[in-house]
């Protein structure tokens, strides 16, 4: 599987599926935790059940408490993650381009 591909990864009870770019979902039977340790440094855990590849955020909805993934997926983030939030903003925001008109 390659990681650059995986949009998220959802917990569900001891499964872990994971959402690729292609629309394909793959399940693995491991904890969410078990994952989180052993990806790359763009992916962030912000909510119990969700880790995020911060390169495929469209968009982070701080009044909703929710990152959109490729303009189509709503994940939601927890007051318990909002330290990685504030990061994937601040990663985000000086990776950015800005153009002045």
Do not use: W
């Amino acid at each position: 599987m390659d990681i650059s591909k995986i949009l998220y990864l959802k917990a569900d009870n001891n499964t872990t599926d994971f959402f690729m770019e292609d629309g394909r979902v793959v399940s693995a039977y491991k904890t969410l935790k078990v994952f989180e340790e052993s990806l790359p440094d763009n992916f962030y855990r912000i909510h119990k059940s969700y880790i995020i590849n911060i390169n495929s955020i469209s968009r982070i909805h701080f009044g909703k408490s929710m990152c959109i993934i490729k303009n189509q997926h709503k994940i939601p983030f927890t007051k318990t993650f909002i330290d990685n939030i504030n990061t994937i903003n601040k990663v985000l925001s000086d990776n950015s381009l800005f153009t002045l008109k």
